[in-house]
């Protein structure tokens, strides 16, 4: 067990070197980006005095890479080039407990309508709840968040007029961001806990709990939910990335003070800086997340032979 | 000789008095002759992999309503813009949002272009970089996972490592760091997708190699002489076709929605060329005043995407019956 983590730990440090790596030279790369001199760009001039001091850009590039990973390994991500005497940690402390809360909440209500709907579509197998749980799995998947985010909008702000449509200042203000965050993750969730629920009534031991006389309702809920949610906890890692992407999106749409609308803002205004900064942010929690879940993972299923 | 001369004896003594020539035919039967022909007639003709995978895809009516969309959707982005007095790029500041009419079946932007002519422009591009893209990732995937899964070993453990290595992180992040870094254009948005997208490809016709080439028929290809080469390419990958058209399929839906993801946010498309992303972009604006401009791209690309999943669905269900469920 101590190995596998070992193992898993030194292979994130590695895919965030390589994402780091990569995203620092890409970024200095890119013709007339704010990292070459003063005079080609429109740079105020308070902020290329603390980016020289900060970074020292007169470097050769290899050195600043070099600062730039000391920087980081004490936490420091670096500063806006667009906003003068913003850095990227600001704008993750402000930002992130905002996109945190919208994405736990749009995690919790994954979880209580997509396990819920795939048990009663495994049971009730053909019968209208199977059908409810297919049309919700086939829009999911199909239709992209924005899109959905954008007719959800349309539908409930404009055409109903009964949810508000910007900002986060009332429990109202929740209820359309966090669904269409979470309606795709819904459709993954209903149709793997279906397929896994379908499988694991098929054993003995849940013939043997029926024989016994053991409550239908009991069967499933106590017998069969333990080893058919296991699959579940996998599909937590890929789910932490989908609500990061989508959450560039939904932030974006319903002008949500998170750090998703601040890593698309910085794409179009191309700061670099906090384009950096920020994607070196979000692939480390990432790699935090998988990490966790696969450890997760391995501690419930004691089936996994996590050694090879 | 001298057995039949015996046996004729024997014949006579049963009929005495008659050659065996000489007896009537009533006393023969046929046996066997006519009835073993009728059993092994072969009455239908024999079908093809592709045959019966085309008659079971047929009777998926999701996937044929799904690919017939498409079918039509293509031929409408070819040749609509053809047949249009406008142009997607034609502004005509007077007749600014409009609502559709006649003259503008989807109302026009606010420059006063035509929706609907953008609209179809959207589906050129959207279906030209799903295609383009999930071409491109097959050849990549099945080269890769092929390479991974026949020789194995250290080759294969260090192709995987790094595959582990590039899924550590969504491809979002990369495609937007690359489309940064190439600017905007319909040749950087392939070249950002097909960076990360053949990674479930590989994984699919890597697993198929490893499980195929324990086979009979690798062995005997080996025996007779054939390259290792030759036997992935000639044999294994062929036979893991069916897989590998499905896993594909997927990947179409899954570029067009990168492309309108990317130009929904702004690093996809350049203005003025219409993508569906940046249609429904464009229209944010003005949601509440001219809520039909977000309308009509939104539900080209939901329906798209719907063709394309359902169309990938009834192919997994043709080409691969044992992933039934």
């Known amino acids: ?308 | 000789m001298s057995i039949s001369v015996h046996m004729n004896d024997k014949e006579e003594d049963r009929f005495p008095g008659k050659h065996i020539n000489e007896l009537p035919d009533e006393l023969f039967e046929k046996v066997g002759e006519d009835s073993k022909q009728d059993n092994e007639e072969i009455s239908r003709p024999s079908k093809s992999y592709w045959q019966d995978a085309w008659g079971r895809f047929r009777k998926d009516r999701l996937a044929m309503i799904g690919l017939c969309f498409v079918l039509i959707m293509a031929v409408f982005a070819i040749f609509g813009p053809m047949f249009s007095q406008y142009t997607y790029d034609g502004q005509d500041l007077n007749n600014g949002n409009q609502p559709p009419s006649s003259e503008h079946w989807f109302g026009t932007d606010k420059f006063g272009r035509d929706i609907f002519v953008r609209t179809l422009y959207g589906a050129r591009i959207s279906l030209l970089i799903g295609f383009v893209a999930a071409a491109i990732n097959m050849v990549i995937g099945v080269i890769y996972g092929g390479l991974s899964g026949y020789f194995g070993g250290r080759v294969d453990m260090i192709l995987m490592r790094i595959v582990d290595i590039m899924i550590g992180v969504p491809d979002l992040l990369y495609i937007i760091l690359v489309m940064m870094f190439l600017g905007n254009s319909i040749q950087s948005i392939l070249i950002a997708l097909c960076l990360t997208s053949w990674i479930g490809t590989a994984r699919i016709v890597r697993s198929q190699v490893v499980t195929l080439k324990h086979q009979e028929y690798a062995l005997a290809a080996r025996s007779i002489g054939s390259s290792n080469l030759r036997i992935l390419f000639k044999h294994l990958i062929p036979n893991s076709i069916g897989p590998i058209i499905v896993t594909v399929t997927f990947l179409v839906p899954s570029a067009i929605f990168s492309e309108a993801f990317l130009s929904f946010l702004g690093i996809g498309i350049q203005v003025p060329i219409a993508s569906w992303g940046t249609l429904v972009n464009d229209a944010i604006p003005t949601i509440f005043t001219q809520p039909y401009q977000m309308l009509f791209p939104a539900l080209a690309i939901s329906l798209t995407m719907f063709s394309l999943n359902f169309i990938g669905d009834g192919l997994r269900d043709a080409l691969d019956p044992r992933l039934k469920k």
């Not at chain 1, 730039?68 to 080039?81: E, M």
């Not at chain 1, 998947?141 to 702000?157: D, R, T, Y």
């Not at chain 1, 932030?251 to 998703?260: A, L, N, T, V």
């Open chain 1, 1 to 308: 067990m101590g190995r596998y983590i070992i193992k898993r730990i030194i292979a994130g440090l590695i895919t965030m070197f390589v994402l780091t790596t990569v995203t620092f030279f890409l970024m200095h790369a890119i013709p007339g980006g704010p990292f070459s001199p003063a005079e080609e760009r429109k740079v105020p001039k308070a902020v290329m005095e603390k980016v020289q001091e900060k970074y020292g850009l007169n470097d050769p590039v290899h050195i600043q890479y070099v600062n730039y990973l000391k920087n980081l390994a004490q936490g420091d991500f670096g500063i806006s080039f667009k906003q003068t005497s913003v850095t990227v940690n600001e704008l993750i402390e402000q930002g992130f407990p905002v996109s945190a809360k919208v994405g736990l909440i749009a995690i919790i209500v994954a979880l209580l309508v997509g396990i819920p709907l795939g048990i009663t579509s495994a049971i009730k197998r053909g019968k209208w709840a199977d059908w409810l749980s297919m049309i919700i799995a086939t829009v999911g998947i199909s239709i992209p968040n924005f899109v959905l985010s954008v007719l959800l909008l349309f539908l409930f702000a404009v055409v109903l007029k009964i949810l508000p449509t910007f900002g986060l200042t009332s429990w109202q203000h929740y209820i359309l961001p966090v669904t269409c965050l979470a309606f795709s993750p819904i459709a993954y969730i209903a149709r793997l806990m279906r397929s896994s629920m379908l499988e694991v009534m098929r054993y003995d031991y849940i013939r043997t709990a029926r024989a016994k006389g053991v409550h239908e309702l009991q069967v499933i809920c106590k017998h069969a939910l333990k080893n058919a949610i296991i699959p579940i906890v996998t599909y937590l890692g890929p789910l932490v990335a989908i609500l990061l992407t989508g959450s560039f999106v939904i932030e974006r749409i319903f002008s949500i003070p998170g750090i998703g609308r601040d890593f698309v803002s910085s794409i179009s205004d191309r700061d670099y800086s906090v384009i950096l900064g920020m994607t070196v942010f979000f692939g480390a929690f990432i790699v935090i997340c998988n990490i966790i879940v696969d450890i997760l993972y391995a501690v419930i299923d004691r089936r996994i032979k996590i050694d090879e």
